[in-house]
């Protein structure tokens, strides 16, 4: 993938993450569209707002994005002269000519439906979809979000498929269309937030290896369901580390009668190195229980408890059952409920957390 479109991606994504307060992590790379949000159920398209009759300009675009200024060729700067915009002295787009400021606002719609269109053909389906579009506008006031609100909405409604959001990346504001709600609301973009988000997105570009499944934490995490005694080496080791050190928990009461035979074991890996656990076994001809969800304190916070427990809800009904039951510690109940798990019984002082019993069933 070319340098400057992976990090304008990494950009857009980074920013959603930090400043955007309806995120729940985690983006993973993927393709058409460019980031997909298990969490939120949500596929995400990065663009910038450009023409194809932009020419020389978009070529040039597309080869020098994201350089440093000192990278640029002497023709850039005698062929664009002010008209090159730099950010954190790296160069990000190239400004209309003056007396053409109705051009980004025309590119805008453009690019919007452009993007429209391949929404409806050949994208990934997701329950949700949002765009993040680059306007680069010269001035701020120069950019019309009111009219571009409403031609967006207006255009999607002879369209199937539809954005529930775009994301509007200007100077200093992203404006965040809500169509779902039928709002727009702004998120500031400060000069610190901007320079953060720019050595961010710079660091990670170079750090990681972007293949489609890598998360925008840096690293690809494998789902594994350990059938395998080797395997299942992993799911104690996370266990002994997240429960046995960090609770002192005895191993005797850690591992009991239930790690036998008929008890299955998911295993989340970061490079081969095990992050995250769960086991599953029968209690009832049509239930399973979920128990032992752990995930290592430092992978905490990034939405793997709740991959590990639609894995195994996955795996649970593969397997031809219809409940699930588990015991929630209380603190995690709505965690939980958010996964559409519902309260079954009053909490019971466990030997070391206070648990209340939850269930769900699948289908």
């Known amino acids: 993938m070319a340098y400057e479109k992976l990090l304008n991606e990494i950009y857009a994504a980074l920013s959603l993450e930090y400043l955007w307060p309806e995120y729940r992590p985690s983006f993973v790379k993927s393709e058409s569209p460019d980031w997909v949000n298990d969490s939120m159920e949500?596929?995400?398209?990065?663009?910038?707002?450009?023409?194809p009759e932009d020419g020389q300009a978009e070529s040039f675009l597309e080869k020098?994005?994201?350089?440093?200024?000192?990278?640029?060729?002497?023709?850039?700067?005698?062929?664009?002269?002010?008209?090159?915009?730099?950010?954190?002295?790296?160069?990000?787009?190239?400004?209309?000519?003056?007396?053409?400021?109705q051009d980004c606002q025309y590119k805008a719609k453009y690019r919007f439906d452009r993007k429209l269109e391949k929404l409806n053909r050949n994208y990934r389906r997701c329950r949700r979809n949002a765009l993040y579009l680059f306007l680069h506008p010269e001035k701020?006031?120069?950019?019309?979000?009111?009219?571009?609100?409403?031609?967006?909405?207006?255009?999607?409604?002879?369209?199937?498929?539809?954005?529930?959001?775009?994301?509007?990346?200007c100077?200093?504001?992203?404006?965040?269309?809500?169509?779902?709600?039928?709002?727009?609301?702004?998120?500031?973009?400060?000069?610190?937030?901007?320079?953060?988000?720019?050595?961010?997105s710079e660091r990670l570009r170079h750090d990681s290896i972007w293949a489609r499944g890598t998360s925008l934490e840096g690293y690809a995490i494998q789902v594994l369901r350990a059938t395998k005694l080797w395997q299942q080496a992993g799911a104690y080791y996370v266990r002994i580390h997240g429960?046995?050190?960090q609770h002192r928990i005895p191993l005797e009461r850690e591992f009991d009668e239930h790690d036998g035979p008929d008890t299955r074991y998911l295993v989340l890996l970061d490079q081969n190195y095990p992050v995250g656990t769960c086991r599953l076994f029968p209690v009832a001809a049509d239930a399973m229980e979920i128990g032992r969800v752990v995930v290592l304190e430092t992978y905490r916070g990034r939405?793997?408890?709740?991959?590990?427990?639609?894995?195994?809800?996955?795996?649970?009904?593969?397997?031809?059952?219809?409940?699930?039951?588990?015991?929630?510690?209380?603190?995690?109940?709505s965690f939980y409920e958010e996964l559409g798990y519902i309260v079954t019984g009053d909490p019971v002082q466990g030997e070391t957390f206070l648990c209340v019993p939850m269930e769900k069933r699948l289908g």
């Open 42 to 51: 949500m596929g995400l398209e990065v663009s910038q707002a450009l023409l």
């Open 140 to 169: 701020q006031t120069r950019v019309d979000v009111a009219d571009l609100f409403s031609y967006m909405k207006e255009r999607q409604e002879t369209f199937e498929v539809r954005f529930d959001w775009v994301f509007l990346h």
């Open 243 to 245: 429960m046995n050190r």
């Open 303 to 333: 939405g793997l408890g709740k991959l590990l427990i639609r894995e195994a809800e996955k795996w649970i009904a593969e397997l031809g059952y219809s409940r699930v039951i588990l015991e929630s510690r209380d603190v995690a109940v």
């Open 171 to 200: 100077t200093n504001v992203i404006f965040v269309c809500d169509f779902q709600n039928d709002r727009m609301n702004e998120i500031p973009l400060t000069e610190g937030a901007g320079t953060f988000l720019a050595s961010e």
């Open 64 to 101: 020098y994005l994201g350089c440093l200024r000192s990278d640029l060729p002497e023709s850039a700067f005698s062929r664009y002269g002010e008209r090159l915009y730099f950010y954190n002295d790296r160069f990000w787009a190239i400004l209309p000519v003056d007396g053409q400021e």
